[in-house]
Structures are given as C-alpha cells and as structure tokens.
C-alpha cells in the first residue's frame, strides 16, 4: 500500500516522453517487498530549474531519475558532479545527501560496462573505440575510462564533440591513451556503436564493418530493434555482441544501489518487467 512512507523516486522527463522506467522498477519493488515506487513527471523546460529543486522538498523522495531533455541542464543544477557526468556533460540520476546538497551521476555508461563485463569481455588494459560522441556515447567512454581501459578512441561527424569529449577523458583520466578523430575499427578489442547508424538493412554504417575483427567485442545502444543491421553485420563476422536494451536492463540495478536500495540482476528484471525491449 502506497502511503506517507512510501519512498519516491521522481521519473522526470518532457510531458509527452514515454515513460517506461515505472514498468520495469515498479513490478520489481512490488516483487522485492521494497516499499517505494517510480512515479512519472513530465516537466517543461522553462520550469525544470525550480521543479527538480522542489522536488527534493519533499520528505519521502529518495531520488530522481532524469530522462530527456533535462540530462545536460541537470549538471548546472546540482551541487556536486561526479566524474563520469561531469565526463558526459549530463546527469541521468539525482539524490539528496545528508547535509541537504543534491548530487548526480550518469549511469547510461555504466550499465554498458556491467553488460560487456558479465558477457566476459576483460576491460582492464583494453583498447576500446566509441563511435558517436553525443550523450549516450560521452556516458560510455566515461565509464570505460573508469573501468581501467588502457586506450580509447572517440569519434563523431562533429569533430569538435569528440575533441571536447577527449580533452575531459584526458583530464579526469591523465594516465588513459586517448585519440579522436578516427572511426577505423582495426585493432580494437571493444568497438561500440553511439549512433543511430547501421540500424536498418540498407543503412550506412558508423565505420567500415569488414575491418573489424572476429575477436572484438562489439556493442549497440539502439534499442529500437534489438538485431540491428549493424550488429548483424558484426555478428556475422564473428565477433560476439552486445545489444541496446541489454544497457537498460544492466544500469537498472545501479541506479537501486546509487538510491540505497537492494540491488537485483538484469534477468530478475527481465522477469517481472511489464514492458519489451
């Protein structure tokens, strides 16, 4: 029974965004005997400022889970950055701390990282290319940075997003090998696909497929179509793979730890999900 003490967590987007994430956290807290809920709010951007601050007034609200277009204007918002939002440039997960002060984080990377991770894919000392630089690419490279990658490469048709993103990785990871500029895929053990490219038959590729090799493990992040022609592609020379919505699924359970709630794993999510990816 929902009631006072019941532990909120705010699913802030645009009014007419699809808000998704109550189907997936809201069976599994009922499932978990965990009294909280998400609860869905779509706010314009004129009044976003006021309303995230607000928001955090209230006495049972553990933390906020921000979607689009808010993840950018949150970072000028909070009080404190953690490196990986900061790395991103946006913040999809919100908490107050004791002292009253809200900080965020960026967990579309990490749960990225927790997938290649659980599928066997040693990152440590890795040599890693991220194709797409936007925000779910920035989230990624972060997150590789973070996980102890040895080398990364950026690119994006917009040469200046992948600069920028570069000179951050650089900053916040001094001792990390960082390129930009290429979207050659020879000689990476991770190859990651940030774009909405390659995901029909007939589309054009983010990079030239017949140069990646049968050992790289290649990853997506479009969840529109789970098998995208891309991944197809990759598959098909016989690299193992990583499809978008398995990102989803996986940086669910930190948001729960971020929050202070009991975690879980993807597949008990998946179980009780009242949604499909």
């Known amino acids: 029974m929902i009631n006072g003490n019941t532990e909120l967590i705010a699913h802030i987007g645009f009014p007419t965004h699809a808000f998704k994430a109550p189907m997936i956290y809201n069976p599994w807290f009922e499932q978990a ?13 004129q009044d976003y400022p006021d309303f ?28 404190e950055v953690l490196p990986t939002a900061a790395i991103a440039g946006a913040c999809n997960a919100v908490r107050r701390l004791p002292d009253g ?39 990624i490279a972060a997150s590789l940075a973070a996980a102890g990658v040895g080398a990364i490469s950026v690119f994006d048709v917009h040469a200046a997003s ?64 789970e098998m995208t022609a891309f991944l197809a592609a990759a598959q098909a020379r016989g690299c193992r793979i990583q499809v978008g919505s398995d990102m989803l699924f996986e940086q669910i359970p930190v948001y729960l730890e971020f929050f202070g709630f009991p975690s879980t794993t993807p597949d008990a999510l998946r179980a009780v999900a009242q949604i499909s990816y």
Do not use: W
């Open 162 to 225: 992948a600069t920028g993103l570069g000179e951050r990785l650089r900053q916040h990871y001094p001792a990390l090998q960082v390129s930009t500029g290429n979207n050659d895929p020879a000689g990476f053990d991770l190859v990651v696909n940030a774009t909405p490219m390659g995901m029909n038959a007939g589309d054009a590729m983010p990079m030239d497929v017949s140069r990646i090799a049968a050992s790289t493990f290649v990853g997506e992040v479009v969840m529109k179509t």
């Open 52 to 79: 995230l601050r607000a928001i955090f007034k209230l006495a049972n609200i553990r933390g906020a889970l921000i979607t689009m277009p808010h993840k950018v204007a949150t970072v000028g918002l909070l009080d």
């Open 101 to 139: 002060r809200l900080q965020g984080d960026m967990f579309d990377g990490e749960g990225f990282v927790r997938g290649v991770l659980r599928k066997g894919l040693v990152l440590k000392g890795a040599r890693a290319l991220v194709v797409g630089s936007g925000g779910v690419g920035r989230a």
């Open 33 to 45: 005997g965990v009294n909280a809920i998400v609860v869905p709010m779509g706010c314009q951007v």
